[in-house]
């Protein structure tokens, strides 16, 4: 799949029930790329986010179920409604260099004890004006306070080697979370 992004009948992601809010911040849109995954030659929209000290990259499949996010994305950027077929130049022309309010969360990965950077499928974020609205489920707020323990202990020198730059998250110092 690559040229043409049909939104004709595609709704905007449904919102997930919110409760008391959690580490939310404005991050700019620095880059939009189309690509296909490794393992599976899966079609995606990698889209950078940035904020000072910090940036992140997330994946927004191409897939009939998954275009919602897309289309809430562009709306909570942009402010305009994609009810269109659509060229992925236009699409990265219309988000590029745009802000956005978002609600990253931690995705940990028991295997390694690292926690990433991901957003959920529908509520992660507003526009910019409107952050204060954004908010956090008490299990994010589990996920998000795992991820800080786990930041935290990665960071903490050890007596007989440096601590390795990859088990912290880049930018995060104390409550200067990304998540």
Same mark, same amino acid.
């Not at 939009?32 to 000290?53: C, H, I, L, S, W």
């Not at 590029?96 to 690292?114: C, M, P, Q, W, Y």
């Given at each position: 799949?690559?040229?043409?992004?049909?939104?004709?009948?595609?709704?905007?992601?449904?919102?997930?029930?919110?409760?008391?809010?959690?580490?939310?911040?404005?991050?700019?849109?620095?880059?939009?790329?189309?690509?296909?995954?490794?393992?599976?030659?899966?079609?995606?929209?990698?889209?950078?986010?940035?904020?000072?000290?910090?940036?992140?990259?997330?994946?927004?499949?191409?897939?009939?179920?998954?275009?919602?996010?897309?289309?809430?994305?562009?709306?909570?950027?942009?402010?305009?409604?994609?009810?269109?077929?659509?060229?992925?130049?236009?699409?990265?022309?219309?988000?590029?260099? /745009?802000?956005? $309010?978002? %609600?990253? =969360?931690?995705?940990?990965?028991?295997?390694? #004890?690292?926690?990433?950077? *991901?957003? &959920? !499928?529908?509520?992660?974020?507003?526009?910019?004006?409107?952050?204060?609205?954004?908010?956090?489920?008490?299990?994010?707020?589990?996920?998000?306070?795992?991820?800080?323990?786990?930041?935290?202990?990665?960071? /903490?020198?050890? $007596?007989? %080697?440096? =601590?390795?730059?990859?088990?912290?998250?880049? #930018?995060?110092?104390?409550? *200067?979370? &990304? !998540?």
């Amino acid at each position: 799949m690559s040229g043409t992004i049909s939104f004709k009948g595609v709704e905007e992601a449904k919102e997930v029930l919110m409760t008391p809010p959690g580490t939310i911040d404005l991050f700019d849109i620095k880059e939009v790329k189309f690509d296909t995954t490794k393992n599976k030659g899966t079609y995606y929209m990698g889209v950078t986010f940035a904020r000072k000290g910090d940036q992140f990259s997330h994946s927004f499949f191409l897939s009939e179920k998954a275009l919602p996010r897309i289309k809430s994305l562009v709306k909570m950027a942009t402010k305009e409604v994609l009810e269109d077929d659509l060229a992925e130049e236009q699409l990265k022309i219309k988000l590029e260099g /745009k802000k956005i $309010a978002l %609600k990253v =969360t931690a995705r940990f990965d028991e295997s390694n #004890g690292r926690a990433y950077p *991901d957003l &959920i !499928f529908g509520g992660f974020g507003k526009s910019a004006d409107r952050l204060s609205e954004l908010v956090f489920t008490e299990q994010e707020m589990a996920l998000n306070a795992k991820a800080k323990i786990a930041r935290e202990s990665a960071s /903490k020198p050890d $007596a007989d %080697k440096p =601590t390795p730059s990859a088990a912290a998250t880049p #930018g995060a110092k104390g409550d *200067d979370d &990304i !998540f």
